[in-house]
């Protein structure tokens, strides 16, 4: 005789329902819940998906959290992480598809939309230039720097002679503020200045320096600081 059904499979059937009719209606824990009921048809995966959120600070902070992070919490293994990685992925190629092949400039909210998806729930900075070519065309998306909590350090000589190397005609700088909070300090506007000033000679414009952060973004060259 087979093996009776887990308790939990009606509550997964009703979860597949919901998500094929309205994946909107699905509360966060429950989106997590399913999607690692495929890679542990066995588990109960409700406790799972509530202890990763709860650890991560949310949806969007476990998508981009190290695989192993999440590997530490129990009943996480290799296929549960792999089936996190795939969902994170997908969402970020989808997103960076939307300022591929077009001018960057001409796509700012699909541009903006890609960043904030992608940087604004890290735990620590990360440092990152767009690189353009002459018709204001992604040629290259470079993760220059990953620090702390309140820094990455950025050398002026690394990032244009990453640009020399690319052919770059202008650049795009950006990073995330971890608290959220994406106004400039003092040190983010005197390092884009430097960063504008060393390209200006060579023929490399700073078109801008983005600051993400969890309550917003901030533009340099909005506020009037390149």
């Not at 542990?40 to 949310?58: M, N, S």
């Not at 960057?104 to 541009?111: F, H, I, R, T």
């Not at 620090?147 to 350090?153: C, E, L, M, N």
């Not at 950025?154 to 959220?180: D, K, M």
Request: aromatic share 4%; hydrophobic share 50%; charged share 20%.
């Amino acid at each position: 005789m087979p093996d009776p059904a887990p308790d939990h499979a009606g509550h997964r059937s009703r979860l597949r329902t919901r998500l094929l009719a309205d994946p909107d209606g699905l509360l966060d824990h429950e989106l997590i819940e399913y999607l690692l009921a495929l890679a542990l048809p066995r588990r109960d995966t409700k406790p799972i998906a509530y202890a990763l959120l709860r650890e991560f600070g949310g949806i969007g902070g476990l998508l981009v959290a190290d695989p192993a992070a999440i590997a530490k919490i129990d009943g996480v293994g290799d296929t549960a992480v792999a089936a996190i990685r795939i969902a994170a992925a997908a969402a970020t190629r989808m997103l960076k598809g939307g300022i591929a092949d077009r001018p960057v400039l001409a796509n700012w909210q699909a541009l903006l939309d890609y960043l904030r998806a992608d940087m604004v729930h890290h735990a620590v900075e990360r440092f990152r230039v767009l690189h353009l070519n002459t018709r204001n065309m992604l040629i290259r998306d470079e993760v220059m720097s990953v620090g702390t909590v309140d820094q990455a350090a950025v050398h002026v000589r690394e990032v244009i002679g990453a640009a020399l190397r690319y052919g770059s005609a202008a650049i795009i700088l950006v990073h995330n503020h971890p608290s959220g909070d994406p106004s400039p300090s003092r040190a983010d506007i005197d390092i884009t200045r430097l960063i504008a000033a060393a390209g200006k000679p060579m023929g490399i414009a700073v078109h801008d320096h983005l600051i993400m952060g969890t309550s917003g973004h901030m533009s340099l060259r909005a506020q009037g600081l390149i």
